[in-house]
């Protein structure tokens, strides 16, 4: 990624900035026949991920791998581990508004037919962790009659047709050969089209480098063979990863023997992360 204390690298942002705006509208009208999302999911995207440092390894062959996650909700406890060691893995925003991975808490109390959904955007969950940089579950439901309740991780879904790619106007956003959607800082010019994009609201602008940012799956680790970080450090084995191209993988595993179900398939982005343990109120 572009470092954002070199001056050459901000100058040529700007730049692009400030060309983003009359080049998104003939941009936006590419994307949306698709031209654009079949130009950075070809071979030549290898050349751009490693000019963009997340290609980590010559001897990583992604054409040999079809990465894919899996969430199991009725195992999750909400600790928010893996919230944390995505903050520390990936140099995210050390504040409560910026994640690439959070958790959501879903409560039914009795008579209720829709969840209360309690998220990383609630100041009194914020109030809860003793900290402006952090969020916590307040105990809010205490005394109250709760029929359901449960934790839902959510993260990048890196789907199969992405809409963030359709719309970034400088290709900075693209989907690789083995799945993993990135984002090129050097050509990303901060126009946040791809954050209004997802429909699963995975994006945020970054205000310090001044460029959008999302989870990759920690691309830098499975590329060398260990599991994102969000995983590893998971006490209950509630996230679940691996190569879909191996059908003995952990993921393989998962979704064959589950009734598993992705978040809102109605929007044609095909996601690569499977839940169970979830109702139709969770999107």
Not at 161 to 188: M, N
Request: net charge positive; aromatic share 10%.
């Amino acid at each position: 990624m572009t470092n954002p204390s070199d001056p050459s690298g901000k100058a040529r942002r700007e730049f692009l900035r400030r060309l983003g705006g009359a080049a998104v509208a003939c941009t936006a009208t590419l994307a949306g026949a698709g031209s654009l999302g079949a130009a950075r999911s070809a071979p030549h995207s290898d050349a751009r991920a490693a000019a963009s440092g997340s290609f980590p390894t010559k001897d990583y062959d992604w054409t040999k791998h079809r990465w894919a996650f899996g969430v199991d909700a009725e195992k999750c406890i909400g600790c928010l581990r893996c919230v944390e060691a995505c903050k520390r893995e990936n140099d995210v925003v050390g504040d409560a508004h910026h994640f690439r991975t959070w958790v959501e808490r879903y409560v039914y109390l009795e008579g209720d037919e829709k969840p209360r959904i309690d998220s990383q955007h609630d100041p009194e969950n914020i109030a809860a962790s003793g900290s402006e940089r952090e969020y916590r579950f307040a105990n809010r439901y205490q005394g109250a009659k709760v029929e359901k309740a449960f934790f839902v991780p959510k993260l990048c879904n890196q789907c199969t047709h992405p809409a963030c790619v359709q719309v970034c106007p400088t290709g900075a956003t693209y989907r690789t050969v083995d799945g993993v959607v990135l984002i090129d800082h050097k050509h990303c010019i901060g126009c946040q089209y791809c954050v209004q994009a997802c429909p699963y609201g995975a994006r945020f602008f970054n205000p310090k480098e001044r460029v959008t940012d999302k989870c990759t799956w920690c691309y830098h680790r499975i590329t060398k063979g260990l599991q994102p970080a969000c995983v590893e450090v998971c006490p209950v084995g509630a996230r679940i990863f691996g190569d879909r191209n191996d059908r003995q993988s952990p993921i393989s595993l998962f979704i064959r023997n589950n009734r598993v179900q992705v978040l809102r398939p109605e929007t044609g982005n095909a996601p690569n992360v499977f839940y169970v343990g979830i109702d139709k109120e969770v999107s």
